[in-house]
């Protein structure tokens, strides 16, 4: 058994000016901190792997096939991969996501 200690501090971050992404990874999937800066729109992609992610500070619109979803502090979702989305931050935003490695299960 292993256990680990980590702080966002501590993480090396990489991104650009826009956004500060920060990645712990794990043997089934990485969890993710992204600070992103107001303005930004993550334009229209998807994934090969299961995501969740949860907005803990700021908000913006999250766009998918199923429509809009305002995101503000609290809102976690959950997307299947290949599902296509778009994202725009009106307010510099904080977002935890999990991502799953495709092979992982």
């Known amino acids: 058994m292993n256990a680990a200690r980590?702080?966002?501090?501590?993480?090396?971050?990489?991104?650009?000016?826009?956004?500060?992404?920060?990645?712990?990874p794990g043997r089934a999937g990485d969890?993710?901190?992204v600070a992103v800066k107001a303005g930004h729109v993550a334009a229209r992609h998807s994934h090969a792997f299961e995501q969740?992610?949860?907005?803990?500070?700021?908000g913006g619109?999250?766009?998918?096939?199923?429509?809009?979803i305002v995101l503000k502090p609290g809102v976690l979702i959950h997307l299947e991969p290949e599902?296509?989305?778009?994202?725009?931050f009106d307010a510099d935003t904080v977002i935890y996501e999990v991502n799953f490695r495709e092979n992982a299960g």
């Open 6 to 24: 980590f702080h966002w501090d501590e993480v090396t971050p990489y991104g650009d000016a826009k956004a500060d992404r920060r990645l712990i």
């Open 31 to 33: 969890f993710k901190r």
């Open 52 to 58: 969740f992610f949860m907005v803990a500070e700021g």
């Open 61 to 68: 619109v999250f766009t998918w096939l199923g429509g809009e």
């Open 83 to 88: 599902v296509w989305h778009e994202a725009r």
